[in-house]
């Protein structure tokens, strides 16, 4: 599967953590929706 922005992913429960701060930067930098199913 080919995609034009880097890989992220959860896989142990101890990855979570890394996961919400990663999706927190891209939301604050507008990269992401902070509502993914917003209207």
């Given at each position: 599967?080919?995609?034009p922005?880097?890989?992220?992913?959860?896989?142990y429960a101890e990855?979570?953590?890394a996961m919400r701060a990663k999706i927190r930067g891209l939301v604050e930098a507008g990269d992401y929706p902070?509502?993914?199913?917003a209207e």
């Open positions: 599967l080919n995609a922005g880097p890989w992220a992913g959860v896989t990855d979570l953590a902070a509502n993914l199913f």
